[in-house]
């Protein structure tokens, strides 16, 4: 198969005449429509319509409890609430719903998306030993998307890829990926991962490395279905965003939703960040950013955690607007990844601070 390059710039302006050209392979722009107000773009070539909103599978820190080996589950006030926000994202065309086994979601999950399990795609993560899918097919009949998490395709990740691969052939899981956040981890997966089906891979306005010059060509030419997680840094944009909520003062920049130690931003300057931003009455920094990822035509989906209702709101209002993206809202962007930049990997929650060097490369 002949390769084919596509320059920095007509990756970054996401044009799609000029991938579209590439031989054999995907087109660059998903196969799309519209039902209610939600986007659904063609997963790659699985078939497979996904809503360009996607709902993740982390939970909400400050309701977890630990069960033991169990891992975390949530009290019950708190998977109530997790519970109502996943039924509204359903309301509102949402149909891609994430679990994760080790946050107790199992369980949870197969109550909720029972009497509509045909229209919802069910993806998992982790447990992908035999045991654990058939554990999973008990629970929701079939996985749509499963797929598990690597740093580097080696031994270890080729067996695993045989355990989906047999799964899929049995009929037990309709598609197959992988989750990664090393671009060379990605390469090598479209290399040595046969029947690929998908990839989750971090993108978003500071760390996409939104080039990502060889990956996405590549697997768009393949047709690789493309989701796209961590579109607001793992939560860590909310910091940035004197707006977090609509009507908010300036101090909710101050919100760190980890409360792991992301360094936060002194008020001034994130007024000075934002001060470009062309605010309607409802628009947040974050919506901005969840535009800006939608608005990528290689992106299938994005998936993000919402632990409060106003946040799935508000990524609803983005995806109602992606076309519509104005000057002052990409100066903005502009000015937080600017402003990053110059923090340091402080601002990210401590488990993602390793990643900033091959984020931003």
């Not at 891609?96 to 993560?125: C, F, M, T, W």
């Not at 939608?294 to 076309?323: C, V």
């Not at 923090?343 to 990210?348: A, D, E, N, R």
């Amino acid at each position: 198969m002949t390769e084919h390059k596509v320059t920095r710039r007509t990756m970054l302006a996401g044009c799609a005449g000029a991938v579209a050209g590439m031989a054999g392979g995907g087109a660059a722009v998903a196969a799309e429509y519209e039902r209610g107000g939600m986007v659904y773009r063609k997963l790659g070539k699985t078939g497979i319509d996904i809503s360009l909103l996607s709902f993740g599978s982390h939970t909400d820190p400050a309701d977890r409890i630990n069960a033991g080996k169990l891992g975390t589950v949530l009290t019950e006030a708190g998977q109530a609430k997790r519970d109502r926000i996943i039924a509204k994202a359903f309301d509102l065309g949402v149909n891609h719903l994430d679990v994760y086994h080790n946050e107790g979601q199992l369980e949870p999950a197969a109550r909720i998306v029972r009497d509509r399990r045909s229209k919802v795609l069910v993806s998992l993560a982790h447990d992908f030993s035999p045991s654990g899918i058939d554990r999973a097919c008990r629970a929701f009949g079939h996985v749509d998307l499963h797929r598990f998490h690597s740093a580097e395709i080696d031994d270890a990740t080729l067996a695993n890829w045989d355990i989906l691969r047999k799964a899929k052939a049995a009929g037990k899981v309709r598609a197959i990926g992988l989750a990664t956040h090393i671009e060379r981890c990605m390469e090598t997966a479209l290399d040595e991962l046969e029947g690929l089906d998908f990839l989750f891979f971090p993108y978003n306005f500071i760390h996409a490395r939104a080039d990502y010059s060889s990956f996405l060509p590549k697997a768009i030419e393949r047709g690789v279905g493309l989701i796209a997680m961590k579109p607001l840094a793992s939560g860590s944009l909310v910091q940035l965003d004197p707006y977090a909520h609509p009507g908010s003062a300036p101090e909710r920049a101050q919100l760190e939703l980890w409360k792991r130690g992301a360094k936060p931003l002194m008020p001034s300057v994130v007024a000075e960040l934002t001060k470009s931003l062309d605010r309607t009455p409802d628009d947040t920094l974050c919506m901005a950013a969840m535009r800006f990822v939608y608005s990528r035509p290689f992106i299938h989906s994005a998936i993000t955690g919402m632990f409060d209702e106003q946040w799935l709101d508000d990524n609803y209002k983005a995806l109602e607007t992606y076309r519509q993206v104005k000057g002052g809202q990409e100066k903005a962007l502009r000015g937080a990844a600017e402003v990053v930049r110059k923090l340091g990997p402080g601002w990210l929650p401590a488990e993602y601070r390793w990643l900033a060097k091959e984020w931003n490369g």
